[in-house]
């Protein structure tokens, strides 16, 4: 009877305490203003990279990681807004230590094999948050997508290609996420170099091909999507095709 009710107390304390993974945590939030100092400093408008810069700034970036690897986010004091924005950073800080500590590097799926789920560079246990230790998937699918319904993530997390979405100048932060989120959609669907938007002709970025399913409860249809951020407006019922991925590193 005393160990079920242990076991009982047990269950109901890491549920309410516990977001990830087996961390229980009662840490703060962190401040993010080293990364974007950082990011301003090696990132161009377009989110283009100077990694070189990143390595001769790595103490600045490893002190900040390390404020990241002290506070796992916790539902007890932290807000939703600072979880979601605490993990796309993380994602996006974490895959320029990758791309640093291997550089010169040609494109990142040279870092690891191509056995997805398995060897893949997103599939290195290089992060170590709170005890608990992750890879880039983890933060990705069994963290952001599982835990947040937000598809605009796709338009943020950045895997140092130049296919993928711009890496944003700044950190994202709670107060701004919002906006943040809508300018990346926006300047995602718009760049030529990630999809060509036509009224009879889109073709789009694979990501719209991969993650389309994240999105099916924020329209009625992916068209009525993409035409809310989009210049150029789809036409109903058209096709999509997409475009070559292009996984060359987003060097400057």
Not at 129 to 156: C, D, V
Not at 169 to 175: Q, S
Request: charged fraction near 25%.
């Amino acid at each position: 009877m005393k160990l079920s009710l242990f076991i009982l107390l047990f269950s109901t304390f890491g549920a309410s305490c516990s977001l990830s993974g087996n961390v229980i945590s009662d840490s703060k939030p962190v401040k993010h203003d080293t990364f974007s100092q950082l990011l301003s400093k090696h990132v161009n408008n377009d989110g283009m990279v100077n990694y070189k810069g990143f390595i001769s700034d790595s103490l600045q970036l490893n002190k900040y990681l390390a404020s990241l690897e002290a506070a796992h986010p916790n539902e007890k004091n932290w807000t939703k807004d600072e979880r979601l924005a605490y993990w796309i950073n993380a994602y996006n800080a974490f895959t320029i230590r990758l791309i640093i500590r291997n550089y010169p590097v040609k494109t990142i799926k040279d870092l690891g094999g191509s056995i997805y789920r398995v060897n893949t560079p997103w599939d290195i246990k290089f992060i170590n948050i709170e005890g608990e230790t992750y890879h880039l998937n983890n933060i990705e699918h069994s963290i952001i997508r599982k835990e947040f319904s937000e598809p605009r993530i796709h338009f943020a997390l950045v895997c140092a290609a130049k296919s993928c979405p711009k890496l944003r100048n700044e950190a994202y932060t709670a107060e701004k996420l919002n906006t943040q989120l809508d300018d990346q959609a926006t300047h995602f669907f718009n760049s030529k170099s990630r999809n060509d938007i036509t009224a009879e002709n889109p073709k789009l970025s694979k990501l719209m091909d991969w993650y389309g399913g994240d999105f099916k409860n924020e329209a009625p249809d992916l068209t009525t999507y993409i035409n809310k951020y989009s210049k150029v407006k789809i036409k109903e019922g058209v096709k999509f095709d997409y475009l070559v991925y292009d996984w060359s590193l987003n060097e400057q």
